[in-house]
């Protein structure tokens, strides 16, 4: 149940689950029951909220403690490790999501879990040992590099002795799947410092990676005699009864090797490079190892972290490594089976253009990218086409309904990653990417024409403002294609539409207002529209359509030299204040702000100073959700100006009466 209706389970019956779960956590004469109360608690607290674990937090840490005291004594005695082992499992789990809230309480199990990973060496306890350093490592992320330091060398140097017995174990030993993973972590913890170790910890990870799975055609009588599912075999019927068989014992290990070599790589950087040429022959060809699609998600995860990694080598190396790789992703993505796997490889091509910059490609290279975005939103189309067909057929009802809303969802997480290749591209390439544009020019067009949904033409609009930002000399020769529809969505009902139209106006405006000028000043009207809308902030995505077309009025207002009714415009425009969610257009709507007061506007300033009071709330919003945290000087204005009133003494103590608890809170603060 915690997993199934996670995580509405969790919000609205914590209450009634977890004290039972500590009362049957009591019931010693019976250790299996303990074990399943234990088991349930992992679930339960696996899919916790951070608030709301925090309120039972030490009430399930006294008890767990208390358990294991006594359990633990037991071990010692007559051998019982059925309920320590789930204890030290479900300690992990709690650790992992109170994360810095279980700080207080390290000290309480830290000297019991060196204990046992320093004692627990007899083979029949080597699961044991297993959960403990796995439960070691999740604490040491939970409180901290700082606070774990303490023990940190203390725990490494058990973590080589315990590596250092690897020659002894036995290939299904349990815990290396353990030991790779607390190692990952411990990488996490301690950072560069880590380097020293990986030399001890490469080689089961290299080899575990490597492990090639046994693989089998037979026909379905064989099938049956000589391949049993308890040897680990699984099977899936091909044509003319033939079967194809694959035997999984090692699959999971396999994925988790290959997943904490991600963690290395991407944390290590240059301290990684070394082994970086060694683990992309590994991983690379595991772009199309279709037994195991977690295996396809770290190969390609990786990628860009192993370019990133043998940067410090040289351009040359970088070079030939991405010439092995690129071949091989661009073969993968259009045969990836899984959507999801597909959009992960899309997202590394993506960082590795990104890293690379323009000419990563090769043109022939540039063109079969062409044909795999041409092929993916071909896709979308077919299935959009096949769900209009499926909703007028007489098998249609809710639950049909629900499968296509699913696949719609799958089609929109798709388009969105087309629309990050083209972004990355247009802004490592600019003007010199049209040609390739061009191309993908119809089907983009095609995105914004009549009975699209909403979402086609928010995907579209994105590339188009990618087009203005980073072409914009160029903008004016493609007007056709998404002036017409950019303005028509400014109000459009969906809002990432709304808000893809609202912030290619604010580029027409910064950089295109030369060519661009009467249309922004045609735009103004259904910008303020916009933002006035009645839905225009109940949730985060109207929210981010409406800061959007408050920070193009913002533009507009700035970069438009004649023709703004700034007498009309910029009461307005102050009164949509504040602008919290969206940090990039903030620092735009925040910069002109401080421009505005510096040049003691009235209409910001109010007759008699009369809008000093919301000038003075807008800042405590931006200072309350960090709004400026990417425009420190933006925010530095800001403040100074806050100083400035502050310094008027009577004038501040009226003002703040007008502020909310949280506004002044929060102004007080960054100004003390």
């Not at 234990?38 to 399930?60: M, P, Q, R, W």
């Not at 796997?341 to 323009?358: Q, R, V, Y």
């Not at 003002?655 to 003390?672: D, E, G, H, P, V």
């Given at each position: 149940?915690?997993?199934?209706?996670?995580?509405?389970?969790?919000?609205?019956?914590?209450?009634?689950?977890?004290?039972?779960?500590?009362?049957?956590?009591?019931?010693?004469?019976?250790?299996?029951?303990?074990?399943?109360?234990?088991?349930?608690?992992?679930?339960?607290?696996?899919?916790?909220?951070?608030?709301?674990?925090?309120?039972?937090?030490?009430?399930?840490?006294?008890?767990?403690?208390?358990?294991?005291?006594?359990?633990?004594?037991?071990?010692?005695?007559?051998?019982?490790?059925?309920?320590?082992?789930?204890?030290?499992?479900?300690?992990?789990?709690?650790?992992?999501?109170?994360?810095?809230?279980?700080?207080?309480?390290?000290?309480?199990?830290?000297?019991?879990?060196?204990?046992?990973?320093?004692?627990?060496?007899?083979?029949?306890?080597?699961?044991?040992?297993?959960?403990?350093?796995?439960?070691?490592?999740?604490?040491?992320?939970?409180?901290?590099?700082?606070?774990?330091?303490?023990?940190?060398?203390?725990?490494?140097?058990?973590?080589?002795?315990?590596?250092?017995?690897?020659l002894e174990w036995e290939p299904d030993d349990p815990q290396i799947p353990f030991m790779i993973g607390a190692w990952a972590r411990m990488c996490k913890i301690i950072g560069p410092a880590f380097v020293d170790y990986l030399p001890y910890v490469i080689h089961p990870?290299?080899?575990?990676?490597?492990?090639?799975?046994?693989?089998?055609?037979?026909?379905?009588?064989?099938?049956?005699?000589?391949?049993?599912?308890?040897?680990?075999?699984?099977?899936?019927?091909?044509?003319?009864?033939?079967?194809?068989?694959?035997?999984?014992?090692?699959?999971?290990?396999?994925?988790?090797?290959?997943?904490?070599?991600?963690?290395?790589?991407?944390?290590?950087?240059?301290?990684?490079?070394?082994?970086?040429?060694?683990?992309?022959?590994?991983?690379?060809?595991?772009?199309?190892?279709?037994?195991?699609?977690?295996?396809?998600?770290?190969?390609?995860?990786?990628?860009?972290?192993?370019?990133?990694?043998?940067?410090?080598?040289?351009?040359?190396?970088?070079?030939?490594?991405?010439?092995?790789?690129?071949?091989?992703?661009?073969?993968?993505?259009?045969?990836?089976?899984?959507?999801?796997?597909?959009?992960?490889?899309?997202?590394?091509?993506?960082?590795?253009?990104?890293?690379?910059?323009?000419?990563?490609?090769?043109?022939?290279?540039?063109?079969?990218?062409?044909?795999?975005?041409?092929?993916?939103?071909?896709?979308?189309?077919?299935?959009?086409?096949?769900?209009?067909?499926?909703?007028?057929?007489?098998?249609?009802?809710?639950?049909?309904?629900?499968?296509?809303?699913?696949?719609?969802?799958?089609?929109?997480?798709?388009?969105?990653?087309?629309?990050?290749?083209?972004?990355?591209?247009?802004?490592?390439?600019?003007?010199?990417?049209?040609?390739?544009?061009?191309?993908?020019?119809?089907?983009?067009?095609?995105?914004?024409?009549?009975?699209?949904?909403?979402?086609?033409?928010?995907?579209?609009?994105?590339?188009?403002?990618?087009?203005?930002?980073?072409?914009?000399?160029?903008?004016?020769?493609?007007?056709?294609?998404?002036?017409?529809?950019?303005?028509?969505?400014?109000?459009?009902?969906?809002?990432?539409?709304?808000?893809?139209?609202?912030?290619?106006?604010?580029?027409?405006?910064?950089?295109?207002?030369?060519?661009?000028?009467?249309?922004?000043?045609?735009?103004?009207?259904?910008?303020?529209?916009?933002?006035?809308?009645?839905?225009?902030?109940?949730?985060?995505?109207?929210?981010?359509?409406?800061?959007?077309?408050?920070?193009?009025?913002?533009?507009?207002?700035?970069?438009?030299?004649?023709?703004?009714?700034?007498?009309?415009?910029?009461?307005?425009?102050?009164?949509?204040?504040?602008?919290?969610?969206?940090?990039?257009?903030?620092?735009?709507?925040?910069?002109?702000?401080?421009?505005?007061?510096?040049?003691?506007?009235?209409?910001?300033?109010?007759?008699?100073?009369?809008?000093?009071?919301?000038?003075?709330g807008i800042i405590g919003d931006v200072v309350a959700h960090n709004t400026l945290s990417d425009g420190e000087h933006v925010l530095q204005r800001l403040l100074a100006i806050a100083r400035h009133i502050q310094a008027s003494g009577d004038v501040w103590d009226a003002?703040?009466?007008?502020?909310?608890?949280?506004?002044?809170?929060?102004?007080?603060?960054?100004?003390?």
């Open positions: 149940l915690s997993s199934d209706f996670a995580p509405r389970l969790q919000d609205h019956f914590h209450n009634k689950i977890i004290p039972t779960l500590l009362i049957i956590l009591d019931d010693f004469p019976n250790p299996r029951v303990q074990t399943h109360a234990g088991a349930a608690l992992v679930n339960f607290c696996d899919h916790c909220s951070k608030h709301t674990l925090g309120i039972y937090l030490e009430s399930i840490v006294s008890k767990l403690q208390n358990v294991l005291k006594i359990k633990l004594q037991e071990l010692i005695e007559k051998g019982n490790k059925l309920v320590v082992e789930q204890m030290v499992t479900t300690l992990s789990v709690v650790a992992d999501s109170a994360e810095e809230l279980f700080t207080p309480y390290y000290d309480l199990f830290m000297p019991t879990l060196k204990y046992l990973m320093a004692n627990a060496s007899d083979k029949k306890y080597r699961l044991l040992r297993g959960k403990t350093v796995e439960c070691i490592s999740f604490i040491g992320l939970a409180v901290g590099k700082e606070r774990f330091m303490q023990d940190a060398q203390e725990i490494l140097d058990m973590l080589f002795k315990v590596q250092s017995e690897r990870l290299i080899q575990a990676a490597s492990m090639k799975p046994e693989i089998a055609i037979v026909d379905s009588v064989e099938a049956e005699q000589n391949f049993s599912e308890d040897d680990g075999w699984e099977f899936i019927t091909l044509a003319d009864q033939q079967k194809f068989g694959i035997k999984t014992a090692g699959l999971e290990d396999k994925c988790t090797a290959m997943q904490m070599l991600v963690v290395y790589a991407k944390d290590l950087k240059e301290g990684f490079a070394d082994y970086a040429e060694m683990v992309s022959k590994i991983m690379v060809p595991h772009l199309r190892f279709y037994f195991h699609e977690m295996v396809r998600a770290a190969a390609a995860e990786i990628l860009p972290y192993l370019l990133e990694c043998v940067q410090c080598k040289g351009p040359a190396v970088v070079i030939s490594m991405w010439s092995y790789i690129s071949v091989k992703l661009l073969e993968a993505i259009p045969l990836e089976p899984d959507p999801e796997i597909s959009e992960l490889m899309m997202d590394s091509l993506c960082k590795c253009i990104n890293l690379l910059g323009a000419n990563c490609l090769t043109t022939e290279q540039y063109g079969k990218l062409v044909d795999i975005l041409k092929d993916q939103l071909e896709t979308c189309f077919l299935r959009f086409k096949h769900h209009q067909q499926k909703r007028e057929d007489e098998d249609y009802d809710e639950q049909v309904e629900e499968e296509l809303e699913a696949e719609n969802e799958s089609d929109d997480n798709l388009m969105r990653k087309v629309a990050d290749v083209m972004h990355v591209l247009f802004a490592t390439h600019g003007s010199s990417l049209l040609p390739l544009f061009d191309q993908l020019l119809p089907t983009f067009s095609d995105m914004l024409g009549e009975g699209r949904p909403s979402s086609y033409k928010q995907w579209s609009l994105c590339i188009f403002d990618d087009l203005l930002e980073f072409a914009s000399q160029n903008a004016v020769n493609y007007q056709e294609y998404f002036l017409h529809p950019m303005l028509a969505s400014i109000c459009d009902t969906y809002a990432p539409t709304r808000q893809a139209a609202a912030y290619g106006v604010g580029v027409l405006a910064e950089k295109c207002n030369k060519d661009f000028s009467q249309v922004c000043l045609d735009a103004l009207s259904p910008l303020m529209i916009s933002v006035q809308n009645p839905e225009a902030r109940i949730d985060k995505p109207g929210i981010h359509a409406t800061e959007n077309a408050i920070s193009a009025i913002t533009k507009i207002c700035k970069f438009i030299e004649h023709g703004v009714p700034l007498d009309t415009v910029l009461p307005f425009w102050f009164s949509s204040l504040p602008v919290v969610e969206d940090k990039e257009e903030a620092c735009h709507v925040y910069s002109y702000l401080c421009d505005l007061i510096d040049r003691n506007n009235t209409h910001i300033l109010g007759t008699n100073n009369s809008n000093v009071p919301k000038l003075l003002c703040l009466q007008y502020l909310t608890k949280n506004q002044q809170s929060a102004l007080l603060t960054a100004l003390s």
